[in-house]
């Protein structure tokens, strides 16, 4: 088990080790978004801005108007929340500034409703030009920051908080747009966001025990979507789940129910995430599973 914001440090560091460009925007989080690691090695590069966080987005477009590619890491929430007015304009910009989320969902959870990021996705994905990486283990995090320095352009990356599982790649390596990690027939597709793994996994195990077969989708970039290479992946799979740690409105559920009825598939769909409500103080993993973000969700809307 480990935790991917755990690497957010390391892939910075290999990034600016390599020769691109990178600073890094801090808002008095550095210790817990592991930016702190950077700014032992690289104190010049790196810039606090305190808790400012619509100025923070407005410095980072102004590094990248001045050649850098700058690396505004913070909580999801304030990231594209409380600076979703700046990040709109550096959209508009197309500015080369490259956003980090760390803490999505409800992996921030004893901090309550006020920090858990589950709008997120539906806030990046609405702007134009932005592309958003959604990175699963911690192995897969370096290679989706190498992946977002060579996209000109606003990236948005979203990293889990919690530990979670290293996936076997021996079969399927790092996944750059959309993939069938498992796939042994076509009763059902799981169809997931990086930062909930270990529930879509720990789902289709307990499903293939039960003797099913289907797929599992990891969707590790939410836009642009690989739309063909998703039709390809359910094409007769009856049902479909889509789970995220996020609200079903506007994220990943939004957008296969978008794709779904576009292209007139009539597979059963069912979405897994907040269900249109705000959330609570608590443990995290508790969290999730009061609010159908778990395994044995997965397997109930399967039955």
């Not at 550095?30 to 619509?54: H, L, N, Y």
């Not at 996994?201 to 289907?214: E, F």
């Not at 269900?275 to 609570?280: A, G, K, L, P, S």
């Amino acid at each position: 088990m480990r935790a991917p914001r755990d690497e957010i440090g390391n892939a910075l560091l290999a990034l600016r080790e390599k020769g691109y460009p990178v600073v890094v925007i801090d808002s008095d989080l550095a210790s817990s978004t592991r930016t702190d690691q950077f700014q032992k090695i690289w104190p010049e590069a790196f810039f606090e801005m305190g808790i400012a966080e619509g100025s923070a987005m407005s410095f980072a477009t102004g590094q990248a108007l001045e050649g850098n590619i700058p690396f505004y890491v913070n909580f999801a929430m304030f990231v594209t929340g409380t600076a979703w007015t700046q990040l709109r304009q550096a959209c508009y910009a197309k500015a080369n500034i490259k956003l980090v989320g760390s803490h999505p969902g409800m992996d921030d959870g004893p901090d309550g409703a006020s920090h858990h990021a589950l709008e997120d996705l539906a806030l990046t994905r609405v702007l134009p030009g932005i592309t958003i990486l959604t990175p699963a283990d911690a192995e897969e995090v370096e290679a989706a920051f190498e992946q977002a320095v060579n996209i000109p352009g606003p990236v948005y990356i979203r990293v889990a908080r919690e530990p979670m599982p290293v996936r076997d790649k021996s079969v399927v390596p790092r996944v750059s747009d959309i993939e069938a990690v498992e796939s042994s027939g076509n009763d059902f597709a799981i169809v997931y966001e990086g930062t909930v793994l270990e529930q879509a996994s720990t789902g289709y195990a307990q499903l293939s025990a039960q003797g099913k077969r289907g797929k599992l989708i990891h969707v590790a970039t939410l836009k642009p979507f690989n739309r063909q290479r998703f039709l390809h992946l359910i094409a007769n799979c009856p049902r479909i789940v889509t789970i995220e740690n996020h609200t079903i409105n506007g994220g990943l559920g939004g957008l296969i129910a978008e794709v779904l009825a576009e292209e007139g598939i009539n597979s059963r769909l069912c979405r897994l995430g907040t269900q249109d409500t705000f959330t609570e103080s608590g443990n995290s993993r508790q969290l999730k599973e009061k609010y159908g973000i778990s395994a044995s969700a997965i397997c109930e809307a399967l039955k």
